[in-house]
């Protein structure tokens, strides 16, 4: 898949929010420096059997052969056919349970509630999320041309931009959506050393709540279309953390 962050221009004014939105988070863990190097991990030992029926492969090493941008087409992760024969409830608590742990997260969701986020991800491509440690929060820069979802830090897409590397690669799979009413989500964790499985958890479930709440939205539509009367600290105060 094309590079999806290579696709952004970003206006003189989405520039100076986002300096802005990095001194607001000036208390913000410090991320140390890491090797570009994917982190390796044994395998959690899991429900085999369970995956078995729907004829998922694991590997021995954490996300051997994974290209951050190039997801993995949902065939060669199950067996598509084998998983026709499942409820939509059992498919989707296969697919959570199957990527616990190891750098990967799975989710699922209705297909009415896709088409929302795919209408609204439309012409409001970018957010920002805080994302709490310790005594402070650090920012992560999201960008969403769905069926994709990247994750970055912001002081790292400030610095480096369109080079910036992603932390987080999330792809939506639709195959399902007609028969079944539900579409699966595949999240990988490029970096381990920068984000734990329940943070990139948190970020995505985040990210999906402002695009599918209303109130919400409007905080995405204003940072996208109107720039300059965009509050950082609104998004603090509709999460409920305290305004550094």
């Known amino acids: 898949m094309q590079r999806i962050s290579s696709r952004l221009t970003r206006t003189s004014s989405l520039s100076t929010l986002l300096t802005q939105t990095i001194k607001r988070s000036s208390n913000t863990h410090s991320l140390k420096s890491a090797n570009l190097q994917k982190q390796q991990e044994p395998a959690i030992p899991g429900h085999f059997l369970k995956w078995g029926s729907l004829g998922f492969v694991r590997t021995s090493r954490f996300a051997t052969g994974f290209t951050p941008l190039e ?8 067996d598509i056919e084998r998983a026709k024969t499942k409820s939509p409830e059992d498919l989707a608590s296969i697919w959570d349970d199957y990527h616990l742990g190891r750098g990967h997260i799975g989710a699922s969701m209705k297909a009415k509630l896709y088409q929302l986020l795919v209408q609204r991800a439309a012409d409001c491509k970018y957010f920002v999320i805080p994302l709490w440690r310790g005594s402070g929060y650090t920012t992560m820069f999201a960008q969403v041309q769905m069926p994709h979802m990247i994750f ?14 992603p932390y987080l690669t999330v792809k939506f799979y639709t195959e399902f ?13 490029v970096f381990t050393s920068k984000l734990t499985d329940e943070e990139a958890e948190w970020i995505l479930e985040t990210a999906q709540s402002f695009y599918l709440n209303d109130v919400r939205f409007k905080l995405v539509e204003q940072f996208n279309k109107q720039t300059r009367d965009f509050e950082f600290k609104d998004v603090l105060r509709s999460l409920n953390m305290p305004i550094m």
């Open 152 to 165: 970055t830090g912001l002081e790292d897409y400030k610095s480096r931009g369109t080079q910036a590397s």
């Open 71 to 78: 997801p993995k087409p949902l065939d060669s992760i199950m």
């Open 177 to 189: 959506a007609e028969s079944k009413d539900l579409v699966l989500i595949r999240g990988d964790i």
